[in-house]
Each structure stands twice: as structure tokens, then as C-alpha cells.
């Protein structure tokens, strides 16, 4: 809930500061959509990606686990297939979950990265040092003015450069840490399509145009339905047993 409030609040701040679709400057700014509502595939119609997130325990909050399973999917199967894309992040924890704090954030951020978007812009952490800021504890608006800011000169360097994205500049996954290191710890526990399929199930549609999933994959899925199927059996076997002695 709050990192969709931050996500509405870096968006109404952003129709503020950027002039939409001008000569100068032609940003035009899509809806702000959660995270189980948003279609991977239109990425390939995206030129900036601004993705507000937190953990819960480590892993995507369930409004996220399609977009990480498909950006996951992408980036291992199809590394730099978002070479047109860039993005930011902007991330939520909670400190007294100090093993998985900023997991989530920090993760995406790795697997953009690897998906081939570049970063342009520091991702910011609330309440972490952010050093594009200055701030030793950075806030959505303090990040956000910034972020917004930065994404003006990169699309006027750009249009500047006749559409050339050779012109940006690539920011470090560290980079918020650059004057100050992070208050609590700068480690992330990243995940394997192992992982999320047994944590939240299989993708609901099918895997994205950026994909390239192999027969690895497909006996992945395979070997954990049958799993599942078996573990059911299993528990109906022993419910039959018990309603048995009950007699």
C-alpha cells in the first residue's frame, strides 16, 4: 500500500515538473498500474520505466510476483532483450526485518539491469543515504524531484543526440551509496525461477515476447505440478485414514 502511494505521488509530481509532449521535451507520461495489472509485454513500447516497490519477506508482494516471474524469465533466458528500456527504482522496507531489508528493490534493479535497461538514476531507499540527493535519509519527494529531473535531461540529451541512447549515462546499481554507505546493509538474497514458482505458483498467462524459456524451464514447471499433485494425494490419503479410525 504505501509503495503505491509513493508510486501516485512520484507520478502527480512528475505531471507537475515535465512539460508532456513538446518539441522540447516529448515525455509523456502513462497511468500509474499495480503491479498484477501491468502487461510485460508493453515494455516493448516503453522508453523509461519508473517501478515503486517493497519486500514482504524478501521476496515481491503478491501485486508484484507476475512482473518479477516474467522479468526473472527475461533476464535469464534472454539477457539484454530490454536494451531500448531505461529505469529507476524507487524502494520501501522495513527495518525491523533486517535479513530481507530492500531485498526487493535492490533484486529488480539487478535483474533490469541484466535484462540489458540501464539505470538512470540512482535507486532511492527510504530513509537510506541517496547521494544524487545529498540526503542521508531520502524521502519519495526529495528522490522523486531528482529522479524526474534527470529523466528530462536524459530524453533532452537524447533528442539532442538525434534519438541516440548512446548519449546516456549507465548509473551504478551502488550509486545511492556513493558519499555514504547504507544505515542498515547493502546486501541482497536474489532468487531462482525455483524459487518464485514454489512461492507463488506458476505465471498466469504465458511467459513474455521477451522470453526464450527452454525445455528446462517447461520440466521445471512439470516436475513442481507433479510435485504438488503428490503432496495433495498424500494429504487426502491421510484425512481418509483419520475419518477411518474416527468410525
Not at 508493453?42 to 516497490?53: E, R, V
Not at 507476475?66 to 536494451?83: M, V
Not at 534519438?163 to 544505515?183: M, N
Request: proline fraction near 4%; include cysteine.
Amino acid at each position: 500500500e504505501t509503495s503505491m502511494e509513493d508510486a501516485e505521488m512520484i507520478h502527480e509530481l512528475g505531471r507537475s515538473l515535465t512539460k508532456q509532449n513538446t518539441a522540447d521535451n516529448p515525455i509523456t507520461l502513462n497511468s500509474v498500474t499495480p503491479g498484477d495489472e501491468f502487461d510485460f509485454n508493453s515494455l516493448s513500447q516503453t522508453s523509461h520505466l519508473i517501478l515503486s516497490t517493497s519486500s514482504c519477506f524478501g521476496y515481491a508482494p503478491a501485486n508484484l510476483s507476475q512482473f518479477t516471474h516474467q522479468l526473472l524469465l527475461a533476464s535469464e533466458t534472454n539477457p539484454g532483450c530490454l536494451s531500448h528500456l531505461r529505469h529507476a527504482v524507487w524502494g520501501n522496507g522495513d527495518e525491523r526485518w533486517f535479513d530481507t531489508y530492500m531485498n526487493v528493490p535492490r533484486v529488480l534493479d539487478v535483474l533490469l539491469e541484466k535484462a540489458g535497461s540501464k539505470r538512470f538514476y540512482a535507486r532511492g531507499e527510504r530513509g537510506e543515504p541517496h547521494a544524487p540527493t545529498g540526503a542521508s535519509e531520502v524521502m519519495v519527494e526529495d528522490w522523486a524531484m531528482g529522479m524526474w529531473n534527470s529523466l528530462e535531461q536524459t530524453v533532452q540529451t537524447n533528442v539532442d543526440a538525434n534519438e541516440s541512447k548512446d548519449a546516456d549515462v549507465d548509473v551504478a546499481w551502488d550509486a545511492l551509496w556513493e558519499y555514504e554507505p547504507s544505515r542498515r546493509h547493502d546486501r541482497m538474497t536474489q532468487w531462482t525461477l525455483e524459487d518464485l514458482v514454489t512461492k507463488d505458483g506458476v505465471l498466469e498467462g504465458p511467459p513474455s515476447e521477451f522470453a526464450r524459456p527452454d525445455e528446462g524451464y517447461w520440466k521445471l514447471l512439470e516436475d513442481l505440478k507433479r510435485a504438488e499433485e503428490q503432496q495433495k494425494l498424500v494429504l487426502t490419503e491421510r484425512r481418509a485414514a483419520a475419518a477411518a479410525r474416527r468410525r
